[in-house]
């Protein structure tokens, strides 16, 4: 148990709910808008099923490379997805552990991701990254917007 509260965040996207749910689980969708600008993701791989794990490398604007592994805990295809993430330090260990839960739903062509993360645990390191969480997440969400619908920028 961690002493962060659950952040929630709602976001509408013009696109139908296919293309919303292809950029979350198709590796190169992902690497387009995942990360903020000025961070990249040079690789990334997704088995999206149940027990999938997840890698995803990103990439900082000194070119270091910090790596991130997780797992798919839940998949209703096109309508939920459950995951953890975790950014690993230089030796491996994991900094922290998140897990994501999206609902995706559909009306007059527009698709409402609602997603909720929960810190599971955290080092002692890891305030200085999970404070950004909640900008970072909604700077990624903006540059997925963007790809969803290049007349909205």
């Known amino acids: 148990m961690s002493n962060y509260q659950p952040l929630h965040i709602s976001r509408t996207f013009k696109a139908p709910r ?5 950029a979350w689980t198709q590796p190169e969708q992902f690497k387009q808008w995942y990360m903020p600008a000025p961070f990249s993701v040079p690789s990334c791989e997704l088995d999206v099923r149940p027990g999938g794990q997840l890698h995803v490398d ?3 604007p000194d070119g270091l ?7 798919f805990k839940f998949v209703d295809e096109l309508a939920k ?11 491996g260990n994991k900094l922290f552990e998140v897990q994501h839960t999206l609902l995706f739903s559909e009306a007059d062509g527009q698709t409402t991701l609602d997603i909720t993360s929960e810190v599971l645990s ?18 990624a969400l903006d540059q997925l917007s963007d790809l969803l619908d290049p007349q909205s920028s």
């Open 65 to 71: 490379i910090m790596p991130m592994t997780g797992e």
């Open 18 to 22: 296919q293309a919303v749910w292809d």
């Open 122 to 139: 955290a080092g002692p390191n890891a305030d200085q990254f999970l404070s950004g969480m909640e900008p970072g997440l909604n700077q």
């Open 58 to 60: 990103t990439q900082g």
């Open 81 to 91: 997805l459950v995951l953890t993430n975790s950014p690993l330090d230089a030796d």
